[in-house]
């Protein structure tokens, strides 16, 4: 048998084919919606997924004001971080959190899904999400997904 005929072919920054890809957030569970974001994001469904290199798609969340949060969550959850201050611990609980900046409920949810090193802070960045159902990437000709 060839031994040289079915080598492992791992994707890297050249041979990558990323795509946009646009999600509208419009009554979608945020956790069940952040994992498929993540899971597109990091690149996962794809064929040629190498774990060590950014071979995701591009992806554009509209409407994040109206996803759902299921149970008591939008009043019982906590969201903490931590000023670097004595006594610098502060909380937030999503239904604040949805009143000033909606988009940042589903950044923290997908951020929390992704690999906590550089890679992570990357593939990150791959993510646009807009309150509204306006976004201003048009010109990558996104294509609509529903998950």
Known sequence: ??????????????TVNKE????????EILGRLA???AKVIRGKHKPTFTPHVDCGDNVIVINADKVRLTGNKLGDKVY?????????????????LMAKHPERIIE???RGMLPKN???R??????????GTEHKHEAQNPK????
Do not use: H
């Open 108 to 110: 923290k949810a997908v």
């Open 35 to 37: 994992s498929e974001i």
């Open 144 to 147: 609509p997904v529903k998950f």
């Open 20 to 27: 946009w890809i646009v999600v509208d957030a419009e009554g």
């Open 80 to 96: 903490v971080r931590y000023t670097g201050y004595p006594g610098g611990q502060r909380f937030v609980s999503p239904k604040e």
């Open 122 to 131: 990357q593939l990150f960045k791959n993510l646009y999400v807009y309150a």
């Open 1 to 14: 048998m060839n031994t040289l005929s079915y080598k492992t072919v791992s994707a890297n920054k050249n």
């Open 118 to 120: 550089r890679l992570g």
